[in-house]
T-cell receptor, first 115, second 110 residues
Framework: ETGVTQTPRHLVMGMTNKKSLKCEQHLGHNAMYWYKQSAKKPLELMFVYNFKEQTENNSVPSRFSPECPNSSHLFLHLHTLQPEDSALYLC??????????????FGPGTRLTVT | QQPVQSPQAVILREGEDAVINCSSSKALYSVHWYRQKHGEAPVFLMILLKGGEQKGHEKISASFNEKKQQSSLYLTASQLSYSGTYFCGTEGLSDRKLIWGLGTSLAVNP
């Protein structure tokens, strides 16, 4: 596998379920990101990890819980979600998380539907 | 505050040129440009750093005017493969946070 992979590609879950999204990057990058993409809204940065340490949490509700066990893997744990959380969740990675080396490579995304 | 992109949408015939603009209300360190095709992940096009540089790759180029806090993406002699949504992301000079615009939808027809 090359680039950034995400699983699952599609997920339907009830409001009381617990599920996890997985992201893996094969690029040797140091920074990883979770984004939420909804129709007619800008890409919304959720979390940033740099060298496995969380550097940003953009006021994301606690029902979203990230985990970064190493520089290559990133998880997003989901529980008691709301219908408005339905969206495309994108993972990305970059060499550095700021400046000239912040060229981000995106995974294909997980299309999440909360029923 | 998110950058403002204009136009929101543009339709071209193959071979025509287009300009997409990205404006910010705050001082910028860098501007990033990405293209996303329907159902696919965003793909990196280029990063421009403060200093008023211009970059180009084949028929797609961009400029960054740091004094005006603006960047423009130039697509010349458009091809069908240029269709998609173009996003700019701006990195603030002080907070160094990357914030994204709403995107510009570009359709290139034969």
């Amino acid at each position: 596998e090359t680039g950034v992979t995400q699983t699952p590609r599609h997920l339907v879950m009830g409001m009381t379920n617990k599920k996890s999204l997985k992201c893996e990057q094969h690029l040797g990058h140091n920074a990883m990101y979770w984004y939420k993409q909804s129709a007619k809204k800008p890409l919304e940065l959720m979390f940033v990890y740099n060298f496995k340490e969380q550097t940003e949490n953009n006021s994301v509700p606690s029902r979203f819980s990230p985990e970064c066990p190493n520089s290559s893997h990133l998880f997003l744990h989901l529980h008691t979600l709301q219908p408005e959380d339905s969206a495309l969740y994108l993972c990305a990675s970059s060499q550095d998380f700021q400046g000239a080396r912040n060229e981000q490579y995106f995974g294909p995304g997980t299309r999440l539907t909360v029923t | 505050q998110q950058p403002v992109q204009s136009p929101q949408a543009v339709i071209l015939r193959e071979g025509e040129d287009a300009v997409i603009n990205c404006s910010s209300s705050k001082a910028l360190y860098s501007v990033h440009w990405y293209r996303q095709k329907h159902g696919e992940a965003p793909v990196f096009l280029m990063i421009l750093l403060k200093g008023g540089e211009q970059k180009g790759h084949e028929k797609i180029s961009a400029s960054f005017n740091e004094k005006k806090q603006q960047s423009s993406l130039y697509l010349t002699a458009s091809q069908l493969s240029y269709s998609g949504t173009y996003f700019c992301g701006t990195e603030g000079l002080s907070d160094r946070k990357l914030i994204w615009g709403l995107g510009t939808s570009l359709a290139v027809n034969p």
